[in-house]
């Protein structure tokens, strides 16, 4: 069974997809796990009150990783439900396998391109939060066109949040975050959660990451952005 990730042909990633090993299971959870978990392209634009049987407020993350992070989230929020979107198949077979070890009803997560994704799955005003947690840099200059936060992108997710929902990132990459920083202060229908040219304490429903725990041990920075939909 070959397992990579769904996408439709653009100039443009923001992702190199890495050949990665995958464990036994990792790939077992691609045939336990994924019936229950897996979203697709081609289901076309969801209901989430149809896929989680109940009404409660969505949020979608882009880029998990290895999932342990959302695995988190999604187990200290059962009050909301969860998607997630990666391109890693290992990480994806990683939290599918841990979520169904778990019993956790309140996720789905897709293989697949996030713009894709947002563009044909995603219903309009339909996110309580979208969460963009530490997206490839792309940190030389001339791959800096590569980084998913362009102004595009931006209202793309503007146009699926809920009014008042909420546009979470963070980075570990100065220059990115200012970036981030800048596109976000200029678009259009957004609004800074705690003042203009502001980066935000991490929330406490964002967990540490290992990287970021190692990261403060040796004085690197991380920069969390918060914007809300404000029309």
């Known amino acids: 069974m070959e397992i990579k990730p769904e996408y439709r042909k653009k100039s443009i990633r923001s992702y190199v997809v890495r050949a990665g090993r995958m464990t036994e299971g990792q790939r077992n959870a691609f045939e336990t796990s994924w019936p229950f978990y897996g979203l697709k392209l081609d289901d076309g634009l969801i209901d989430a009150e149809k896929i989680f049987g109940r009404v409660a407020p969505l949020v979608v993350e882009i880029g998990f990783g290895m999932g342990d992070s959302l695995l988190e989230m999604v187990s200290a929020e059962p009050d909301k439900d969860f998607i997630g979107i990666e ?20 996720l789905r997560v897709y293989l697949a391109d996030a713009n894709d ?14 969460q963009l947690y530490f997206p490839d840099p792309w940190h030389k200059k001339k791959h800096n066109k590569r980084r998913i936060v362009q102004p595009e992108f931006i209202q793309l997710i503007r146009q699926k949040l809920k009014p008042e929902g909420v546009l979470h990132m963070a980075t570990d990459w100065e220059h990115y975050a200012e970036q981030m920083l800048e596109v976000l202060e ?14 935000s304490e ?30």
């Open 87 to 106: 391109v890693h198949p290992p990480g994806v077979g990683r939290l599918i396998n841990s979520a169904r070890l778990e019993e956790l009803p309140n």
């Open 186 to 199: 200029e678009a259009p229908g957004f609004k800074n959660a705690i003042g203009k040219q502001q980066y």
């Open 202 to 231: 991490r929330p406490d429903y964002r967990p540490l990451t290992k990287f970021e725990k190692r990261g403060e041990r040796l004085g690197h920075g991380v920069w969390d952005l918060l914007y809300g939909k404000i029309e």
């Open 117 to 130: 994704v947002l563009n044909e799955c995603i219903p309009a005003d339909s996110l309580h939060r979208l």
